[in-house]
């Protein structure tokens, strides 16, 4: 700050005596010269005066400028300086960094939107949410269902709610509180029945107002497509219609707190399966669809293995190509992939790799102990970008483990900021707590 003040102040009587050269050398033609000598010589002396002077001036400015740069050196986040962000990184460096952070938690060093899920059956992510709040513009805990009770509709998970950590999180920070619900409602019924789709509409404002929350993540897709639903063309615009109707009722309403201006809802959206959509895939249509009546797209693009089918959680190609089917490559592709969450997940597998498949997602405490107990090494698999190792239990059984490091999450960071997005995270409680430096 002082630096910038001073040069600043420094570069201003730079210009003046610059322009007061200039004018001092106006009025001197050749034939005055001569009979002008003692005036030539005080030119000349101030011209190199005024060299002097612009010449420490460079100087100056380039030594402000590298001091400046080393300044923000520093400001890089631990993790970074300690050079921990690296393909060949070892099970001993997790082991001994896995909870050290930087000095100054608040500093953000991810400039696009942060989504956090959290879900009231880890804790661990309520305490994280707490401590990393200024790193999270949007958190979004897992409560709500919106169900059928005999011909009602009702929203359940209001217990889930805890007050006291919300108004932690509002005296904390910025983040938008948005819980999920999940659409369970028989799809067919609430489609077509204009006064349930009001009453549901209904519901949802409501514990929106009462519960002083910022919005809503919802949920539905991957359940209608369950029932058919996106098969069938008129549904499938019902079904589009009232994702728009809630958006636009949402957005109607206005609230005083955080500067915005109204409730705010993003919508939950699977990454297609194969290389070409499928019928009942959200697509680019949907998405253009929508753009408008929805705030943010939580894109799910994790889960792309399975115990049947073993291999990394989220390959970057895999995501990237998600993303350009998606928003595309022109130039609408900006404006549609600032609305993306591109999601990333801070858990893991442990797939039985022999002797029959299985195995499935671990989280942080069981990962650590993996390592304590198998010391193994990480492989880089360049193709997903992803660490995995292998080991084999007491029963002579190989494993292969796949858990998010520090380099397969910045290079997920870098594509998320290449297409303008932001990122989504299931589940922050799952994760390592350095994983929170890099953003
Ligand atoms: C990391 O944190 C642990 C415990 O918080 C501490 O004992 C250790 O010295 C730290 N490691 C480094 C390299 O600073
Ligand atoms: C931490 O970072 C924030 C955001 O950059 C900054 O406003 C704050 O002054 C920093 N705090 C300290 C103690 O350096």
Same mark, same amino acid.
């Given at each position: 700050? @002082? ?63 590298? @001091? ?39 500093? %953000? ?87 349930? %789709? ?130 595309? @490559? ?54 997903? @970008? ?54």
């Amino acid at each position: 700050m @002082a630096a910038k003040k001073r040069s600043s102040r420094i570069s201003s009587s730079s210009s003046s005596s610059s322009s007061r050269q200039s004018e001092a050398f106006k009025p001197s033609s050749p034939d005055s010269v001569k009979s002008q000598t003692n005036r030539h010589r005080w030119l000349i002396t101030i011209f190199f005066i005024v060299f002097f002077i612009i010449s420490l001036l460079i100087y100056c400015q380039r030594y402000y400028y590298t @001091a400046s740069t080393a300044v923000v050196d520093v400001e890089k986040p631990y993790v970074y300086q300690r050079g921990l962000v690296k393909v060949d990184s070892t099970y001993r460096e997790v082991i001994d960094e896995n909870s050290n952070v930087s000095e100054n938690i608040s500093r %953000r060093h991810f400039g696009n939107p942060v989504l956090a899920y959290i879900t009231p059956w880890n804790s661990k992510g309520y305490d994280l949410a707490k401590k990393f709040s200024s790193k999270i513009t949007h958190l979004s805990p897992v409560w709500y269902e919106l169900k059928n009770e005999g011909s009602e509709l009702v929203l359940h998970g209001r217990h889930n709610a805890d007050r006291g950590w919300i108004s932690d999180i509002r005296m904390k920070g910025n983040a938008l509180i948005l819980p999920r619900i999940v659409l369970e409602a028989i799809p067919l019924d609430l489609l077509k029945k204009k006064k349930l %789709r009001e009453k549901a509409i209904n519901l949802i404002i409501m514990e929106c107002k009462e519960m002083e929350y910022d919005g809503i993540v919802l949920e539905s897709w991957s359940r209608w497509m369950a029932y058919g639903i996106l098969h069938n063309s008129d549904m499938r615009n019902l079904a589009l219609q009232f994702i728009k109707q809630l958006g636009e009722a949402m957005h109607s309403v206005n609230l005083e707190r955080n500067g915005k201006t109204n409730l705010q809802l993003v919508y939950v959206i699977g990454p297609p399966r194969t290389d070409k959509l499928q019928e009942h895939d959200f697509g680019p249509e949907d998405l253009q669809a929508l753009y408008d009546a929805v705030d943010g797209f939580s894109l799910m693009t994790y889960d792309y293995s399975s115990p049947y089918n073993p291999g990394p959680n989220a390959p970057l190609k895999w995501i990237r190509s998600t993303l350009h089917l998606l928003v595309g @490559a022109g130039s609408k592709s900006r404006r549609l992939g600032e609305k993306i969450f591109v999601g990333i997940n801070f858990y893991g597998n442990d797939f039985v790799m022999s002797g029959g498949l299985g195995g499935g997602p671990i989280i942080a405490h069981e990962y650590l102990s993996l390592l304590e107990q198998h010391k193994p090494v990480f492989q880089w698999e360049e193709n997903s @970008a992803e660490h995995f190792f292998l080991y084999s239990d007491n029963q002579h059984v190989q494993h292969a483990v796949f858990y998010p490091t520090l380099m397969s999450l910045a290079m997920r960071l870098e594509e998320a900021r290449t297409w303008g997005a932001g990122i989504s995270i299931w589940e922050i409680g799952q994760g390592l707590e350095y994983f929170f430096d890099i953003f």
